[in-house]
Every structure is written in C-alpha cells, then in structure tokens.
Nanobody, 124 residues
Framework: QLQLVESGGGLVQPGGSLKLSCAASGRTLDNFSIGWFRQAPGKEPEGISCISSSDGSTYYVDSVKGRFTISRDNAKNTVYLQMNSLKPEDTANYYC?????????????????WGQGTEVTVSS
C-alpha cells in the first residue's frame, strides 16, 4: 500500500520560498503520476501542479506558473514542490496525491492515494 507524507510547510514572509516534499513508502513512485493540491480555509481544493510518470512532463495552473516547480527523485521515492515568490494567497494546506497514470492531471478525483497535508502560511 502506497503511503505519502508531506513535509516542508511553515510560515514564510511574502516573497519568500519553501520547498515541500512528498515522500512515498510502501511502493515505488516510478509508475505513479503525482499531483499537488491545496486547500485554503473556506475554499474549494485546488489542483496546482502535477508531474507525469511517463516522461516527467509537468503542468502548472496559471496562479503558480513561473513561481512553483515540481520535480521528482525516483531514487529517493520523493516528489518536491519548490515554491518561490510566495504570496499571501498561497496560504493553504498543501497535499500531494499519486495515481498510476501515464499523464498527470490536477483533477482530485483522478487520484487514489493522498498524503495528510502540510500547512503553508504566507504572512508578514
């Protein structure tokens, strides 16, 4: 059974950076596409980025494009989300999700494995 654990969240000032990690155990991530999602208080969950298992292609929603970078290290069985130029509106709980699919999506319903989340707060 695949288990995912996020880490790296915290409090950061606007304009700062954080790097989130999504560490997997139980199975290797080689055949899994990974998505990053976030949910701000009182808002619907939002898929923000993903990376495909087939060719490592990536996708970003417009709100994070150019600021966030998703990457994977299959040797460490870990996926990362580097977040730069953070804004207060990036404040949310961030979740990684995994599913065996060639091409990733940012549709939550397409993922069967989820981590517990890590909290990111962007505030001065």
């Amino acid at each position: 059974q695949l288990q995912l654990v996020e880490s790296g969240g915290g409090l950061v000032q606007p304009g700062g950076s954080l790097k989130l990690s999504c560490a997997a155990s139980g199975r290797t991530l080689d055949n899994f596409s990974i998505g990053w999602f976030r949910q701000a208080p009182g808002k619907e969950p939002e898929g923000i980025s993903c990376i495909s298992s087939s060719d490592g292609s990536t996708y970003y929603v417009d709100s994070v494009k150019g600021r966030f970078t998703i990457s994977r290290d299959n040797a460490k069985n870990t996926v990362y989300l580097q977040m730069n130029s953070l804004k207060p509106e990036d404040t949310a709980n961030y979740y990684c999700a995994a599913e065996i699919q060639w091409i990733c999506t940012v549709v939550a319903g397409n993922y069967g494995y989820w981590g517990q989340g890590t909290e990111v707060t962007v505030s001065s």
